[in-house]
């Protein structure tokens, strides 16, 4: 069943678990992902980055997640992950996107804020969730999303109760010490500040740069706030490695390598969902 952001997040913040938003971009992730959910029983959050305009459209994106996702039991959302395009925005969200991120935070503070609040009414006005981000953070290896020029800014705490409560977004992505991609040590993930976020704010709370961070992080974020986990570069990894391990044995139809990739992208995802917890 195709939900908005907001039903998924608000019993998972409240019972302390976090969902996956996994980032999709062709029938294969979109499947592979869906079907991770349904295996788990678990609630998914399907994330199509406006990165991905060239893999697929956002009007085929939400006709291929509607009709994979209208007649199953689990609750899916689709996501617009990381826009800064109010044009992309609204056609997310006319296209039948579930939620959108509107993306402000390389803007200054007050030119954020500004456009959150206007993607907040219209889209709940349309009965979608808006997603938004205060501080920023850094790339790390492989990243696909960020560039070399992202600077981490942790996320102010004060700033960020004055901005949810003026913007009234559902969902608040935050900067503690996560990175795009993969980690090149151990993060560094500042409980601290995550906590002082959730407190002043008492909205569920997105963590970005999900791929590789170790377990007892992850349980430490969800205990503080963290509702929403966001995975990307470790899914694209995983399936790309095993596929060029099953290359070298085989020569398959494309139909059939086609339904292998989307077996590895179930697993990777399947891990992560066992990690999360509900
Ligand atoms: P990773 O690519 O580091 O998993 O991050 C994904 C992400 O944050 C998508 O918005």
């Known amino acids: ?35 991770a959910g349904k295996e788990t029983n678990t609630p998914i959050i399907l994330a199509f980055g406006a990165k991905y305009l060239k893999n697929m459209s956002l009007d085929t994106a939400a006709a291929i997640v509607k009709s994979i996702a209208s007649d199953i039991d689990i609750p899916v959302c689709l996501h617009l992950d990381h826009c800064s395009d109010m044009n992309i925005i609204f056609q997310a969200i006319k296209a039948g996107f579930g939620s959108v991120m509107y993306d402000g935070s390389m803007l200054p503070y007050e030119e954020n804020l500004k456009n959150t609040k206007m993607v907040c009414e219209v889209a709940h006005a349309c009965n979608v969730s808006v997603e938004a981000e205060l501080g920023s953070i850094a790339a790390g290896e492989r990243s696909h999303e960020g560039s070399a020029d992202d600077k981490e800014v942790y996320t102010n705490p004060a700033l960020a109760k004055e901005f949810v409560e003026e913007t009234k977004v559902d969902a608040l992505a935050v900067s503690v010490g996560t990175v795009h991609g993969l980690y090149k040590g151990k993060p560094n993930i500042r409980i601290d500040i995550l906590k002082e976020i959730n407190e002043q704010v ?24 963290i509702a929403k986990i966001n995975v990307n570069t470790e899914i694209a990894t995983y399936a790309v490695e095993e596929t060029t391990k099953y290359l070298q044995n085989e020569q398959p139809h494309f139909s059939v390598l086609s339904l292998k990739q989307e077996e590895y992208v179930k697993e990777i995802v399947k891990k992560y969902i066992t990690f999360f917890g509900k």
């Open 202 to 225: 008492g909205i569920p709370l997105v963590l970005h740069g999900g791929s590789g961070i170790p377990e007892e992080d992850i349980l430490n974020c969800i205990a503080n706030g």
């Open 1 to 35: 069943m195709l939900t908005n952001l907001r039903s998924i997040l608000s019993e998972a913040y409240s019972q302390k678990y976090a969902v996956g938003s996994f980032n999709g971009y062709n029938s294969e992730t979109f499947r592979g992902i869906i079907e």
